[in-house]
């Protein structure tokens, strides 16, 4: 009789928790660190190279550059390009470092079912979009209640900036957004949880290591870290990345969007400061999906342990 393959692959906890995924019989600290380090280390020099190889491809299309500490490509759409693409760069290196340094299936990074569950996502992006209008409504009531301009909030450049700006958006941003899911919530989600019980752990740090990577001050930073971190809870709570994913597109979509459609993209990319009555629109946002995804949970009954 043939001796039966031994699979590279550790086997995948049973009853297990989304932020305990990798404790397999495999899990060692070092794998974690090395891991953890691998991701991070990667995630700067695939950046860097991105960028470099935009600025190449800038200099032979002779686009204007800049670089100037607020901007390095004076093409805002082509600066979008690069930026979404230097992170989008990152998935197959987070999937890649969970099959080889931690010896685990990297569906286990998507959810506790070992992959992402399309219908649940879709789900989910639904009541993001509800989610995102709802934010936007109480924003701009909030900023016109206290005097505010709300005229920057929407506006119309036209169809000739509009549209090649949405051909990126639409192209790019869902892997953008996913590769900061699997590394903000995935990732580091799982490598805390692998030593550490609680989640509250590793949420906060999932949010915090987000937020620092953000330019915005103020209360652009509250909003961002109140966001990874409901995102993160969400993801412990429905067994998965697809709740987090399905916002983060559709907000960042909707951001990009509204920018680009009123000409100020260039301010999206800048980031920096952000009105305070832009938090009335986050906690309306956040928390009508945070609701609505976890009733619908219950309701579909989405598995949150691992079979």
């Not at 390095?72 to 987070?94: E, K, N, Q």
């Not at 019980?197 to 906060?204: D, L, S, T």
Request: hydrophobic residues 55%.
């Amino acid at each position: 009789m043939l001796p039966q393959p031994v699979s590279w692959f550790a086997p995948t906890p049973s009853g297990a928790r989304y932020d305990h995924l990798a404790r397999t019989p495999l899990a060692r600290p070092w794998r974690q660190i090395v891991g953890t380090l691998l991701v991070a280390v990667g995630f700067v020099i695939v950046g860097v190279v991105v960028v470099l190889a935009g600025s190449v491809l800038a200099t032979l299309a002779g686009l204007p550059m800049p670089i100037t500490p607020d901007e390095t490509f004076g093409d805002p759409v082509f600066g979008m390009t690069v930026l979404l693409l230097s992170i989008a760069a990152v998935l197959p290196l987070v999937f890649g470092t969970a099959a080889l340094v931690q010896r685990r299936r990297p569906g286990t990074l998507s959810s506790v079912a070992g992959r992402l569950r399309w219908p649940w996502l879709l789900s989910c992006a639904g009541l993001a979009v509800l989610a995102l209008v709802l934010g936007q409504a109480a924003q701009a009531a909030a900023m016109a209640l206290t005097g505010e301009d709300t005229s920057d909030l929407f506006g119309w450049a036209g169809w000739k900036e509009f549209l090649p700006a949405l051909v990126v958006i639409v192209l790019l941003v869902p892997f953008q957004a996913a590769a900061e899911e699997y590394i903000f919530r995935g990732w580091v989600l799982q490598a805390v949880g692998s030593h550490v019980r609680n989640p509250v752990w590793a949420i906060v740090l999932g949010a915090a290591l987000f937020a620092s990577l953000h330019g915005y001050t103020g209360a652009g930073i509250v909003d961002v870290f109140a966001f990874g971190a409901v995102m993160g809870w969400l993801a412990v709570r429905t067994g998965g990345l697809e709740a987090p994913i399905a916002l983060h597109v559709v907000n960042n979509m909707m951001a990009f969007g509204l920018s680009a459609a009123a000409g100020n993209l260039d301010d999206a990319l800048r980031q920096g400061a952000v009105p305070w009555q832009a938090l009335a629109g986050t906690v309306v946002q956040l928390g009508v999906f945070a609701g609505g995804v976890l009733y619908l949970a219950k309701k579909r009954s989405i598995s949150v342990f691992s079979g």
